[in-house]
């Protein structure tokens, strides 16, 4: 099999994008766009893409989940902040039938379904 062919720039501010043929970000084997800062963004043909985990990561703990342009984890939090904010996603849409879909850091919870907010009583595990 043929490995793509991927062009490579670092501009004057020390930004690594990997770039596809179409010129769109793309990196099949690492994130696409590196920030001098060190945050590290994952694409596959200019969408936000990683299927093997966080899309964007931050330095500081931040990690956000994406699959083919929608944020997305199935398997927990699609949105982590180090403070312990954490947001459900599914598919775009904020969602967890097992729990709150955003938890903030002190504690507060809010539940949704499919994106539609609901209110605790109407959540049912």
Known sequence: MKKETL???TNKHGTI???NASGRLHNPD???VIYSDGDKWHYRNGRLHNANGPAVIYPDGYKAYWINGQRHNPD???VIYPDGY???Y???KLHNPNGPAIVYADGYKEYYING???NKAEFKT
């Open 7 to 9: 062009t490579v720039e």
């Open 17 to 19: 994008t990997y770039r």
């Open 30 to 32: 690492g994130p696409a």
């Open 76 to 78: 927990g939090p699609a």
């Open 86 to 88: 954490e947001e459900y």
């Open 90 to 92: 599914i598919n775009g």
């Open 116 to 118: 539609q907010p609901l």
